[in-house]
Structure formats: structure tokens, C-alpha cells
């Protein structure tokens, strides 16, 4: 099938490069000249394991193209995908302005019958708009349908060719026969495409991330309460993922959720209840806990340290707001760097793969490591952001050896409080004894 998939950001450019993987002739539509240029010359512009060999494979194969024009987009693709941003808007609200404005473009461009297909994370009734807003300029027949990509930044090529579900929102006979062809490929499994109704389609996409984001801050809630009461998180963890009902999954403690999506979600949905005169009293509680909870290090590094980091040096590995990308969207670390920077301390980071990102927006703030024993190097203490798998397991002989004092805050849980006690560190984590 053609396919035209207009953003090529961390969705955009997954989508059509796995539309491309499984056949597809994809043109990919962004407004980034320089993006534009970079991909047109092969270069994958994120960082997201596995993309580049099926990036790379489909631009091969002719399968793959780039283009800044929306004309040209839509002259291609029978379905035209929006990957668009939808970033938190002042008041909370999802900003719908990328697509909406996409969407009048798109009324003004059509010239034949077109499927398009919303794939960023909008709020309920923006099917609804964005038929609307096209239905004033076009002359042809077109369809909107609500399809919310549930994938995983870090783990996006594999949670894409082999989803656990499809959500399809369309009330189009036409559009839902031509979407489930497209997504044939990826429910061979049995997995199950799922069609609804557009309105259910868009309320299911920001009820799980909100229901994520709850089922973590709950964990980050009864982590707190472990620290006041002597008990170990990481038992309670286990204790309750045994139960089926529970699962194992999104049981971590650490320092709040982050990234592009679970906090603009959250609160998209919260306002989405107050514009409806509905009051999410749960989602209120989540949003306020997760915002203490990414700094919920700061007041055991004070207690230990003192106020005033006048003078001295600390360390962080982990930049991104989770592993295995280079996005700092909303990253824990970047609310930690704030306050130590605040009361006067000097930083040094490490990060696999999300410096050039810290780079672009701190600048000479901060000090940028080239590995992450450079990091510690002469720094008062070690902070752990990130729970990238290199810092699992580090040399602590090294470890005590570059730090001025062994100390340690882990905002992840990463090491055995049992081992850390053994190895000499002062050690403070999430929900756990601490170490002195
Ligand atoms: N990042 C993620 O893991 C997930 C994101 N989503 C949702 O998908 C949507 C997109 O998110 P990301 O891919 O992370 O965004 P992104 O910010 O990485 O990429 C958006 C792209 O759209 C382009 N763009 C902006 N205006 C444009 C225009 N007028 N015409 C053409 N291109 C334009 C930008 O240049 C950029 O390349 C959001 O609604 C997000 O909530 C949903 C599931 C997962
Ligand atoms: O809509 C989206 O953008 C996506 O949001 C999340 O994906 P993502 O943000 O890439 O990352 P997650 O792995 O879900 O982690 C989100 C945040 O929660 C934190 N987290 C996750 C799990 C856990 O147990 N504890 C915990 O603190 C992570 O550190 C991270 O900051 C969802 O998992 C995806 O299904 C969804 O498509």
C-alpha cells in the first residue's frame, strides 16, 4: 500500500520505517529541513535500537522516502498518518495546534479520497475536530480514524512489528477494511486488532499511560511509606507482582515517571475531566506525587551533605529519562540538576547516549564526562538517574577509589543495599534501609 506518514519523530519515524519493513511504499513528511536532509541522506536522526538496520533496509529497497512537502505527501499515501506533536499546553491541555493546523492543510491539499489516520496522542472528540476543520476546504471524500500508538520509547521497533494490540477508532466501513489490511502483518501472532468506536479509541490511549503512571506513583508512595516505617520496597515489590492480578510489570519505585508522554498525558486527561465537569481526583494525586517524587533524592543529600553545595562537586550517571534513549523529555535528572545547582554545587554528568541533548540545553552548566568513572572523578557524591544497564554493575573498587567520599544516591535502586554495605558505601536509595 502507499502510505504518508507526516512527523518523523520518535512515532513518525518507527511508524514508517516498519510500514516500509513489512512492504509499504512509505513517504515520510516532516517540516525539519535539516531532519529532512539528514534522513534523505541516511542518517537516523534519534537514537532507538534496531532502527537503523530497518532504516537503512528500506531506504534500500526504495521502500523509504523523505520529503518536507505536504503536497507531495498526500498526492503519495491512500492513508496520510499524523505523528505529530501534542506537548502540554499552558493550561494542561494537550496543544492540538500541529495537528489541527496539518488537518486544515490537508482539507486544502486533497484531490482524491484519503484515510487520515491520528496517530499522536490526542484528547476525546479530536477525531471529531480534525473532520471538521478538513471538511471546510475539501472537495473530495475522506476519512479520520483514531489510532493511538501504545509503543515504548527504547523498545519501539520491537513493541511496533509486535504489538500486544491495535486500537482502530473508526466509523468508516472503508477506512477500517483499508486499516486492517495495513496491520494484518503485525497481529500474526493473534495478538488482536481492536475496533471501536473514535471517541473510545482516543479515551483507551490516555487511560493506560494514566493507568501506568498511577500503578508507579502508587509504588513510589509505598516506597516513601517503607523508608518511614523500616520496611524493604524491593520485598513488598515482589510480595505483590506474585499476584496475577497485580503482574510483576511497572512495580519500580525511583524517582517518578518522566519522558515525553506519561506527564503531558496525565495531565491532558485531567483537564480533559475538568472541561467535561469531571474531577479526577486520582489523576490530581498522581500529577502532585510524581512532581515530588523526581527530586525525592534532594532531601537525604542535603540531610548528609549539608545545604549549601558551595563548593562542591556532584556526580550523576544517567541523563535520559529512562534507558535505551537519548530523550530527556521531562527527565527526572534535569529537575535534580536544577536544585543542586541552586544551592551552588558543581556537576558532572554522564550519559550513554542523551548528552548532546543535556549539551544543547545546559550548556556550560554543567561538566560532560567521557565515561562515567570520568564522571565521579574527584566528586563529593554519585548520583544515579538512570538505570542504564552499564551502571548495574560498576568496579567499586574503582568507584571508591575516583569519588572523594564513597557516597552514593540511587534513584533507581540499582545495587544490593546488603552489597553496598559490604563494599564501605554510604549509600541511599528508594524505599530501602539506608546505608551510613
Ligand atoms: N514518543 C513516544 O514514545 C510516543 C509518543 N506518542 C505520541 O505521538 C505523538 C508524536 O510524538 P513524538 O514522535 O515523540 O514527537 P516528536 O517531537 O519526536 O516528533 C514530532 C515530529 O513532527 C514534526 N513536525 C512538527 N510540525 C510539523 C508539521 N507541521 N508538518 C510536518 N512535521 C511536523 C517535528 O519536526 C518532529 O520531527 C505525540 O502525540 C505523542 O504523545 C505516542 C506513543 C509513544
Ligand atoms: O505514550 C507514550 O509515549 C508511551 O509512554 C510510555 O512509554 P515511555 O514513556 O517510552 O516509557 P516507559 O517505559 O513507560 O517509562 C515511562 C517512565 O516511567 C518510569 N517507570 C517505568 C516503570 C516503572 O516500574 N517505574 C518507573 O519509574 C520510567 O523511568 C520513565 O520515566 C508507555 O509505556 C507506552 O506504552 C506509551 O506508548
Known sequence: MKITVVGTGYV??????CLAETGNDVLCVDIDKHKVTRMQNREVPIYEPHLDILFERNINAG???????????????QIIFLALPTPEDEDGSADLSYVVGVARNIGKLMTEYRVIVDKSTVPVGTAEKVTAVIAEHATVDFDVVSNPEFLREGFAVDDFMKPERIVIGSSSDRATELMQRLY??????????????EKSAELTKYASNSFLAAKITFMNE????CERVGADVDKVRIGMGTDSRIGKRFLFPGIGYGGSCFPKDVKALHKSGKDNNYNFQILDAVINV??????????KLVKHLGDDLTGKTISIWGLAFKPETDDIREAPSLYIIDELLGRGAKISV??????????????????????????????????????????RTPNFTKLRENLNQPIIFDGRNLYDVADMEKEGFTYFSIGRKEVL
Open 63 to 77: 521502500r523509504l522516502k523523505f520529503t518536507t512537502s505536504l503536497e507531495e505527501g498526500l498526492a503519495h499515501g
Open 184 to 197: 494484518k502483518p503485525f497481529v500474526r501472532s493473534g495478538n488482536p486488532i481492536l475496533i471501536m468506536d
Open 350 to 391: 554522564f550519559d550513554p547516549e542523551a548528552m548532546d541533548n543535556v549539551k544543547a540545553k545546559l550548556g556550560d552548566k554543567l561538566e560532560y564526562a567521557d565515561s562515567m568513572y570520568g564522571a565521579i572523578a574527584n566528586t563529593d557524591a554519585l548520583i544515579i538517574c538512570t538505570e542504564w544497564s552499564i551502571f
Open 222 to 225: 509505598i516506597a516513601n511509606f
Open 12 to 17: 513518525g519515524l518507527v511508524t514508517g520505517t
Open 290 to 299: 510524581n512532581d515530588k517524587q523526581k527530586t525525592a533524592l534532594i532531601p
